[in-house]
């Protein structure tokens, strides 16, 4: 495999993760959020990737054995699931019976989600770094 397909995988999924944290953060910022301009609560998002071939050549390449191929993240879907019912009469979003829509976001599963997608930036991370050192060691031997 060439030095450079593996620097296009790692930084495809670097930028991947990114988003997915960014995303995670999101949720985790608006788990209070009673009321958006959409209206209603927020609602989580979710992130879904997607393997990408890395450019047309690769694309060309798709039926080969060997064809390298990234992540990308295909779409952002909105949970459309109802909002949690939490009775709070003295809330200004209260409706006539006293109840709150809350956005369904459990702040344990996004923080299990931001650990995962930390350590999988991390590790593409630790690729590059890897694949760096191998290319300055590969050099080092032509001396």
Do not use: W
Not at 11 to 29: G, M, Y
Not at 93 to 105: H, L
Request: net charge positive; proline share 5%; no cysteine.
């Amino acid at each position: 495999m060439d030095i450079f397909n593996t620097f296009k995988i790692s930084s495809s999924a670097l930028k991947a993760n990114t988003i997915r944290l960014n995303t995670i953060s999101s949720n985790l910022a608006n788990v209070e959020t009673t009321s958006t301009p959409e209206g209603g609560p927020y609602k989580k998002k979710s992130v879904y990737f997607q393997s990408q071939p890395l450019n047309f050549q690769k694309e060309l390449e798709g039926n080969m054995k060997n064809a390298v191929q990234g992540v990308a993240v295909t779409k952002i879907l909105e949970d459309d699931s109802p909002a949690k019912k939490v009775y709070n009469p003295s809330h200004p979003d209260a409706n006539e019976d006293g109840y709150v829509g809350m956005p369904n976001i459990s702040v344990l599963k996004e923080m299990v989600d931001m650990m995962s997608a930390t350590r999988a930036y991390q590790a593409n991370v630790t690729t590059i770094k890897s694949a760096k050192r191998m290319a300055l060691k590969a050099l080092e031997i032509g001396r």
